[in-house]
């Protein structure tokens, strides 16, 4: 009995400790909110780095640090940020939008050589949801195969169209399944970043003495292939690899 009031009283301090957090967050949010709207812009930035250290993440918070960064004219950095939210939120209309803006202003785009159809296509497809969504559409269907095929057996149904049902269900499992583990893989096992300086030299190796191949600028995108002291291997779109220094760039 004992045992049982100490595990009440633990589950209740948890859930007040996660409620007074959330009440924390959502007054620092509110108030960094408060002075955006009155174009204290690093005052609004400073409150949100803030709830970013404490962990908190969502697609606003990172819009609104990136909204504050435009402000400032730091448009790495605004780029930065943009993709973190647009990862959060891919169908979000104005993330898109300010990050389009915010990209009109590099000196340089890379266009993407797009060698691989196949991989384009699953681009195109699973861009336009969450990581998260992708696992719930794959674990509903899993739960619905699991239950039809109960039925199945329990009421004993026979017949064609059982049949093909089955293998449609099986299908539709074994594609999102696929798409969920391509977006793993693509958007977090591979890591990527974003030059966040105004530019940066992409040399030869990894150390000043190697030579320039050429200089990249703010909000170029591109994976990490190596990492080696200061200086990360790393892929661009349209393919050219180099080593860049760490402090001129930062992982999305």
């Known amino acids: 009995m004992n045992r049982l009031i100490l595990i009440n009283i633990f589950l ?9 957090f959330c009440l ?19 005052k609004a930035l400073a409150i949100y780095l803030e709830l970013e250290q404490k962990n ?33 939120d891919p ?11 915010a990209r009109m202003f590099m000196p340089t785009r890379m266009e993407g050589i797009k060698i691989n159809p196949v991989t384009s296509f699953l681009s195109k497809i699973v861009d336009a949801f969450t ?38 269900f ?11 583990s391509y977006k793993y893989r693509t958007e977090y096992v591979t890591e990527k970043g974003v030059i966040v300086a105004d530019e940066t030299r992409v040399l ?25 002291d200061n200086y990360y291997l790393v892929l661009f779109e349209n393919k050219r690899k180099g080593w860049v220094k760490k402090g001129d760039v930062e992982k999305i």
């Open 131 to 168: 990581l998260n969504a992708l696992a719930w559409i794959s674990s509903i269907l899993f739960i619905l195969l699991i239950s039809f095929l109960s039925f199945i057996i329990l009421l004993q149904w026979r017949g064609l169209f059982y049949r093909i049902a089955v293998y449609i």
């Open 91 to 101: 169908n979000d209309a104005d993330i898109s939008a300010n990050l389009e803006f």
């Open 24 to 42: 924390g967050t959502d007054s620092l949010f509110n108030a960094g909110n408060q002075m955006y709207q009155n174009k204290e812009y690093d």
């Open 56 to 88: 908190y993440q969502s697609a606003a918070l990172y819009f609104n640090i990136g909204n504050c960064y435009f402000k400032q004219g730091k448009l790495g950095y605004a780029i930065l940020y943009y993709l973190r939210a647009d990862r959060l």
């Open 12 to 20: 209740l301090l948890l859930i007040f400790a996660s409620s007074s």
């Open 170 to 180: 099986i299908a539709f499992v074994l594609v999102s399944s696929g798409l969920t």
């Open 204 to 228: 030869s190796g990894p150390g000043e003495e190697n030579d320039v191949e050429f200089v990249g600028v703010f909000g170029l995108t591109f994976e990490i292939e190596k990492d080696a």
